[in-house]
C-alpha cells in the first residue's frame, strides 16, 4: 500500500477567514455549528419554459458589492467571498501587504466550479437578452479568478494554483500548500476554497443527478426544508448546495515565530490519492487508503483522532461508503463522527476548507459539533456519529477532516492544538 | 455635456469600479481614473448599456491618453441625441 514513509512537520495556522451559510464571523459560525443550527432554504427554479420543483440551499449573508478587486474588474460572487476571507485570515495573522518576502508567498486555492454564476449569467445576457459580451467576461469567470484576485491582493510572487477536484478541491489546495511549505519552496501560504453557485441552471444541473434532497411537496414548510439533508440517518435523501469561502494563513514554524506570530492550531497531516474506479461512485478502499496516509504523515495512530468531520453528504451510496471506510480505519464505532454539511450543505470546492475549519473550531471548543437532523442512523453503519446536541471532548487533541470527491479524488487533513503539536 | 450624464458617468465610476470620488472630474482623464486597459474597456461598456447606446469605435478609444470624461460625456450625449425612437425599430 502506498503510504508515506514517515511523519512530516506540522504547519502552523495563524489566521482563518470565513465567509459561509453559518455567518461571516468565527462567532456566528460556531454559534451555528455546535447549536445544529440550519442554513438550509427552499429556493425555486428560474427556468423559462421549464417547470421544475424548487430545491434545497445554503445561501451566505454576503454583499459582493461590497468587495473591491484589486484588478478592478468585476468580480464573480465566489471571487468577492474568497477575497473577503483571505482578507480576514490575513488580518487575523497579521499578515499585512509590505510585511513578508512576496517571494516566500504563494497561494493555494480550490474551486469545483469557480465562475460558474457568472458564466451562467453572462451566457443568459447573451442568448436570452440578446446582450454583448463584456470585454471582462473571460478575467471575471476563469476558474483561477479567485486566486489571481487573492494573489493581486497580496503581491505574491511564489505561486498561485488552483485546484479543481469537485468536493476535495480546497481540501487538496490546503495540502499542497502543507506540501510547497515543508520542501520550502513558499514560507508562507493563503489557502483555502471558495464556491458560489447557486443560479438555476447549476441548481437544476445537480436536481438532475437526483443526489439534492427532494424537498418539493413540502417546500413551504420552512422547518422541514431546514431539516431536510441528514447525513448517515436511515432516512437520509441527499444534501442541499451551499455557498461559501475559506481561507488559512499557513506559515512554517520557524517563519511564524520570526514574525512573532503565534498559530492557533497545527496542520500535521495530509493526503490525497484517487479511487480510480468511478466517476461518481465512491470506493471506500480508497478512502481508507486516504485516511491512514494522512495518520502515517501527521505521525498518529487512529487511537489518537478524537474527532472526523466525515465528508458525509447524506446519499444513500455515498454516506454507506464512508461509514464503511470510517469503521475499516477506526474500528467499528472508534472515533466521534458528525458530518455538518446537514447545516451549511454541501459547499463542493469551499466544502474542504470549510470543513477543516469545523474540525478546528471542535479543536478550540473542546466539544463536537452534531449532526443536525439525524435521529436514527442507518442500522448497518458502525459509527459513532455524534447526532442531537454538541458533545464535550476536553482532551480532543486532533481532528480529521474527509473530502471524497465526484471524479475519484479522495482528501484528509489532520488538525492538531498547539499543545498536541509538539512532539 | 449635460450634468446629468456626468453624474451617471461618476456614480458609473464610484459605485461599480470603485474609483474615488475626488478623482471623478470631468476634467480628469480616463488614464488619472486608476483603471487599466481591460477596466476601462468594461467601465464604457457599462456606460453605454446604461444609456442604452453604442460610442462608434472610431469615435472613441478609451485606451488613448488625453481622452477627459467631458469628452466622454459628450460623445454619450450625441448618441443619445442620435438614437432612433424606442418605437422606431418595431414599426
Not at chain 1, 108 to 119: E, L, Q, Y
Not at chain 1, 146 to 163: K, N, V
Not at chain 2, 49 to 62: A, N, T
Request: net charge negative.
Amino acid at each position: 500500500m502506498p503510504l508515506p514513509l514517515s511523519a512530516g512537520v506540522p504547519i502552523g495556522v495563524t489566521g482563518t477567514g470565513i465567509v459561509s451559510p453559518l455567518g461571516n464571523t468565527l462567532a456566528t459560525f460556531d454559534a451555528a455549528l455546535f447549536a445544529g443550527r440550519s442554513a438550509v432554504r427552499a429556493q425555486p427554479l428560474d427556468l423559462p419554459g421549464i417547470e421544475l420543483p424548487p430545491v434545497p440551499v445554503a445561501p451566505a449573508e454576503f454583499d459582493a458589492a461590497t468587495e473591491v478587486a484589486p484588478s478592478r474588474v468585476p468580480l464573480d460572487r465566489a471571487t468577492a467571498m474568497a477575497l473577503a476571507a483571505a482578507r480576514s485570515a490575513a488580518s487575523v495573522a497579521g499578515l499585512a501587504p509590505g510585511s513578508f518576502d512576496r517571494d516566500r508567498l504563494g497561494v493555494f486555492w480550490g474551486s469545483g466550479m469557480a465562475g460558474a454564476a457568472t458564466f451562467e449569467a453572462t451566457c443568459r445576457a447573451v442568448y436570452a437578452d440578446r446582450r454583448r459580451m463584456r470585454p471582462t467576461s473571460v478575467v471575471t469567470t476563469m476558474p483561477n479568478a479567485p486566486l489571481a484576485e487573492i494573489a493581486l491582493l497580496f503581491g505574491a510572487r511564489g505561486a498561485a494554483l488552483g485546484y479543481a477536484c469537485a468536493c476535495a478541491s480546497s481540501a487538496v489546495a490546503i495540502g499542497e500548500a502543507m506540501r510547497a511549505i515543508r520542501a520550502g519552496w513558499i514560507d508562507v501560504a493563503i489557502a483555502g476554497g471558495s464556491e458560489s453557485m447557486l443560479t438555476p441552471g447549476v441548481l437544476a444541473s445537480w436536481q438532475a443527478m437526483r443526489v439534492l434532497a427532494p424537498i418539493g411537496p413540502t417546500a413551504g414548510d420552512a422547518a422541514m426544508v431546514a431539516a431536510s439533508c441528514r447525513p448517515f440517518a436511515a432516512d437520509r435523501a441527499g444534501f442541499a448546495l451551499g455557498e461559501a469561502a475559506a481561507a488559512f494563513v499557513l506559515e512554517s514554524a520557524e517563519h511564524a515565530q520570526a514574525r512573532g506570530a503565534t498559530p492557533q492550531f497545527a496542520l500535521t497531516g495530509y493526503a490525497t490519492n484517487c479511487d480510480g474506479i468511478h466517476i461518481t461512485n465512491p470506493d471506500p478502499a480508497g478512502q481508507a487508503r486516504a485516511m491512514r496516509a494522512a495518520l502515517v504523515d501527521a505521525g498518529l495512530q487512529a487511537g489518537d483522532v478524537g474527532y472526523l468531520n466525515a465528508h458525509g453528504t447524506a446519499t444513500l451510496p455515498g454516506d454507506a461508503a464512508e461509514a464503511e471506510s470510517i469503521a475499516t480505519v477506526f474500528g467499528a464505532r472508534g472515533v466521534p463522527v458528525s458530518s455538518t454539511k446537514a447545516i451549511h450543505g454541501h459547499l463542493l470546492g469551499a466544502g474542504g476548507a470549510v470543513e477543516l475549519l469545523a474540525a478546528t473550531r471542535a479543536l478550540a471548543a473542546g466539544q463536537l459539533p452534531p449532526t443536525a437532523h439525524t435521529t436514527a442512523i442507518d442500522p448497518s453503519f458502525a459509527i459513532d456519529l455524534v447526532i442531537g446536541a454538541a458533545r464535550a471532548a476536553r482532551r480532543l487533541r486532533h481532528a480529521m477532516s474527509s473530502s471524497f470527491a465526484f471524479g475519484g479524488t479522495n482528501a484528509v487533513l489532520i488538525a492538531t492544538t498547539p499543545e498536541g503539536s509538539i512532539a | 455635456m449635460s450634468s446629468s450624464t456626468f453624474a451617471t458617468l461618476s456614480a458609473v465610476l464610484v459605485e461599480q469600479f470603485h474609483v474615488d470620488a475626488g478623482t471623478v472630474r470631468p476634467e480628469a482623464t480616463l488614464d488619472q481614473l486608476g483603471l487599466d486597459s481591460l477596466a476601462l474597456m468594461e467601465f464604457v461598456f457599462a456606460v453605454e448599456d446604461r444609456f442604452e447606446v453604442r460610442i462608434p469605435e472610431d469615435r472613441l478609444d478609451p485606451r488613448q491618453a488625453g481622452v477627459t470624461l467631458a469628452h466622454l460625456a459628450q460623445l454619450l450625449d450625441e448618441a443619445v441625441a442620435a438614437r432612433p425612437p424606442r418605437n422606431a425599430a418595431a414599426a
